[in-house]
């Protein structure tokens, strides 16, 4: 039996906002196989959250981390090199888009909430892999994954300024891996299913789109947070040594869909 021991590894987890997050279940996951965790959270709402979840996950450290601030994933990284010596994963689970972006028509979203949704969504993944970069090199190399959803390849009605947002993830995901590939970093993302979480909750439809992708897909059934999760550990381990710029769908097949079954 294949197992995968992640022993002595340091790992950086973005986006833990509760125990229903799916930063939070990749954590977990990557404690279980004996990573050691570093959480992050932006700003003081979500910091008390964080610092209550982290001994679940080995009494990891917790860090301020907003990635609009250049100084903040400065410091993050320093305060990692200093305290681990280096790196080995990054886990980028951060989006972000205004609610009043999901309220208007797509054509009337705002210049500045439309710029501000991909800066937090997806140029973040390239702000935080470029200082993860060094660090991971000093340990070897290392890996990236970060979250995506189906509405950046397809439409998804209600998604709005979310979906190039995830399309721009998915493509900088891409270009990380041909980047950084020669220094031994592999990038990759999950392409995970609707799950109850509080992103899902700040969509116009979610509980309809949760029940129409559950029921529509081809296995017949939901998601967990712990498929997900498994997903992502799979390519943040060895065992994916050979995989990098890949989108992985965990969603129980619905994305290759052409049209709803009857």
């Known amino acids: 039996m294949i197992s995968i021991d992640l022993s002595g590894k340091v790992a950086v987890v973005t986006g833990v906002a509760n125990r229903r997050s799916i930063a939070f279940a990749i954590a977990g996951a990557l404690h279980a196989a004996g990573a050691r965790i570093v959480l992050t959270y932006q700003g ?24 609009t601030s250049d100084a903040e994933m400065d ?40 710029l501000r949704a991909a800066e937090v969504s997806a140029f973040s993944l390239v702000a935080l892999a470029r200082r993860a970069a060094p660090l991971m090199e000093k340990r070897g190399g290392g890996a990236v994954v970060c979250l995506t959803f189906l ?3 397809r439409v998804v009605p209600g998604y709005k300024v979310m979906g190039p947002a995830k399309a721009l993830l998915e493509a900088n995901t891409r270009y990380l891996a041909e980047s950084l590939g020669r220094r031994n970093v592999r990038v990759n993302a999950v392409s995970a299913g609707p799950l109850r979480t509080l992103s899902l909750a700040g969509i116009p439809g979610g509980r309809d789109l949760l029940a129409t992708l559950s029921e529509k897909n081809p296995l ?42 009857a």
């Open 44 to 67: 003081e709402r979500i910091e008390e959250s964080v610092r209550a979840l982290a001994p679940e996950v080995g009494g990891a450290a917790a860090l301020p981390c907003d990635v």
């Open 75 to 114: 410091a993050l990284f320093a305060a990692v090199e200093r305290e681990a010596g280096g790196l080995d994963i990054l886990v980028h689970s951060i989006a972000f888009a205004g609610r009043e972006e999901f309220e208007a028509p797509f054509e009337n979203a705002s210049r500045a909430g439309f």
């Open 220 to 261: 017949g059934r939901p998601i967990t947070l712990e498929e997900v999760a498994h997903a992502a550990l799979f390519l943040l381990s060895p065992l994916a040594s050979g995989v990098t710029g890949e989108t992985l769908h965990v969603d129980a097949g619905y994305h290759v869909l052409g049209m709803y079954p």
């Open 151 to 153: 509405g950046g390849e």
